[in-house]
């Protein structure tokens, strides 16, 4: 049976201009993949689950998740799949669509958990 392999941004402090979330998930692999990407709003304790979606991406395809967040203050993206070479990448998006610093997360800077 395959292994769940789970990865985490850690939490992220969002721009002041930021609106948008963009996640993308890249299938690496010739077979067809299942992805799950999570949202967490960490300003609660417990963190606050915001948006939670499985995506099937066939041999080489990428899935573009943007989600509108408006006031998120402190944010947590979680990625899950059954292979390490699907990869993933994560950023905050400012009003006008310019990718934000300090919100970017490559797919070696996340965290396997």
């Known amino acids: 049976m395959a292994t769940r392999i789970s990865w985490t941004t850690g939490p992220i402090a969002s721009s002041s201009d930021m609106s948008t979330i963009r ?5 690496n692999t010739s077979l067809t993949r299942q992805v799950s990407i999570r ?12 948006f939670n979606n ?3 991406l066939r041999p080489f395809q990428t899935v ?3 989600l509108e967040v408006g006031n ?7 990625a899950s799949a059954f292979s390490t070479s699907v990869r ?4 905050g998006r400012s009003t006008d669509g310019r990718n934000l610093a300090g919100t970017g997360v490559l797919n070696s800077q996340f965290i396997r958990f």
């Open 23 to 27: 996640v993308l998930g890249l299938n």
């Open 39 to 50: 949202l967490y709003d960490l300003s609660f304790t417990p963190k606050r689950q915001i």
């Open 54 to 56: 499985t995506y099937s």
């Open 64 to 66: 573009t998740v943007n």
């Open 72 to 78: 998120l203050e402190t944010w947590e993206a979680q």
């Open 88 to 91: 993933f990448y994560v950023t």
